[in-house]
């Protein structure tokens, strides 16, 4: 099977961001030092990355490595600390490390703030001071959980959405008003320029190469003209540069669908930010738990940020019933593609599949069927197991 997660992101002057938080940063195999900042956030955050800092400090151990955590604040914890979600100092931080690696935010204690207040303000920030313009979301169904997946009959699920993460609807221009008429208007704009998506689609074709040689790009050129021109400049991206790779497109509400129906054809998915934001959700719902979902958010050079797909959880907070998986495959993700150590990546990954062939479960993985054959532990266990199988 295909690395998921293996690809490099191009360097490219077309970045519109401020930053540039690896340029001066060359992968160099005899500097075993990384610096990592850490955020643990709120809700299982603080449980999840306490976990995925002991296999750190495995691997670390393991391989003669150094890792130097800087514990910065983000989300309702920045909220309840500093009084802002996004603290300049996180800022700097994350600037001034190898890759970041981020636990959840958010909870329903902050829900009643204005925006800016809000722990997502402090998540949106963060990707877009770092320039993190693609969003890369490995959904794959491990062979000891194909139980788990709601479809009938499926037993093999591989792909990686790309998800365009700093343009789109979420960053474009919005404003409410009340018209001449006295109704009450609100409009968000879906803006994209063509550097904008054809950086991100040579992060998706790139990603490609390594896998099984095909992108489906998802818009919705019917309608949309932010989705024209996304199609224009995937097709010219794909024809002036990689020829060889097959491309195909598909508009979302077909792309929806299809991720039901025939979850097997995809290999790459790239897309928008709004539309992928959805998809990828849906499309994690097939490998049966958020809990087993990591993803990366990557800028141009290799640095990126590191994250479970799931949110904060706030229902099973503090009760070490949390798993710690999507976190754990997230530092494998970043030890990969940001600190260049796919031996150790593949190590963590290994281990992981091999504490699930046990038959070692968090409680949001046991399948109805195999309750009994499985041993059901809480975080801090499953933690250890991967601990002691690397
Ligand atoms: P959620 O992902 O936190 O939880 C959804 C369901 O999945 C819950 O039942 C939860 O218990 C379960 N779950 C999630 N992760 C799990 C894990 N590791 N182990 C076991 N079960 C797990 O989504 P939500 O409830 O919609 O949101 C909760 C909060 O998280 C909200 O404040 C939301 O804004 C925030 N959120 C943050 C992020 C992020 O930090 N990137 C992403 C999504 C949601």
Redesign the pocket.
């Known amino acids: 099977m295909s690395k998921l997660t293996e690809f490099s992101v191009h360097s490219s002057n077309t970045c519109n961001s401020k930053v540039s938080p690896t340029e001066t940063r060359k992968s160099n195999p005899t500097v075993t030092a990384k610096k990592i900042a850490v955020i643990k ?1 709120d ?2 955050g603080p449980e ?1 990355v306490t976990e995925t800092l002991k296999v750190l400090d495995k691997i670390a151990n393991k391989y003669g490595h150094t890792f130097e955590y800087n514990h910065v604040l983000l989300g309702g914890v920045a909220i309840d600390e500093v009084g802002m979600p996004l603290p300049p100092e996180t800022i700097t931080a994350c600037k001034n490390s190898d890759a970041v690696l981020l636990g ?4 329903p204690k902050w ?1 009643f703030g204005p925006g800016h207040m809000r ?2 303000a402090g ?1 949106l920030g963060i990707r877009k001071e770092l320039g993190l313009f693609a969003n890369l979301r490995p959904v794959k169904l491990f062979s000891a959980l194909a139980n788990a997946c709601p479809l009938k009959n499926v037993t093999e699920i591989d792909m990686v959405i790309v998800r365009e993460l700093i343009g789109g609807a979420y960053f474009g221009e919005r404003n409410t008003f009340t018209d001449e008429n006295g109704n009450k208007v609100a409009n968000d704009s879906m803006t994209y320029r063509d550097f904008e998506v054809e950086r991100v689609a040579k992060v998706a074709f790139d990603l490609a190469k390594k896998r099984h040689n095909k992108v489906i790009s998802v818009d919705k050129a019917n309608v949309l003209d932010s989705s024209r021109l996304w199609r224009e400049v995937v097709a010219k991206i794909r024809m002036d540069e990689y020829p060889n790779v097959e491309l195909s497109d598909m508009l979302v509400d077909n792309a929806a669908m299809q991720l039901i129906h025939n979850p097997a054809q995809f290999d790459v998915i790239v897309t928008e930010n709004l539309f992928g934001d959805i998809l990828s959700d849906e499309a994690s719902m097939l490998t049966g738990s ?2 087993m979902l990591p993803s990366a958010s990557m800028a141009n050079g290799g640095f990126g940020l590191y ?2 797909c ?7 907070a503090g009760r070490d ?3 710690p998986l ?1 976190t754990i495959l997230s530092a494998a993700m970043m030890l990969r593609l940001s600190l260049n150590m796919p031996n150790e990546s593949d190590d963590i990954e290994n281990s992981v599949n091999a504490v699930l062939d046990q038959g070692y479960r ?1 409680a ?1 993985i046991v399948g109805k069927s195999e309750a009994e054959k499985c041993k059901v532990v809480g975080c801090k266990e499953m933690g250890d197991l991967i601990v002691n199988k690397l």
Do not use: K, R, Y
């Open positions: 956030g809700g299982i999840i959840a935010v958010g909870g829900d722990p997502e998540l958020l809990g994250e479970p799931h949110g904060s959880a706030p229902d099973i019933i949390a798993n999507a968090t949001d």
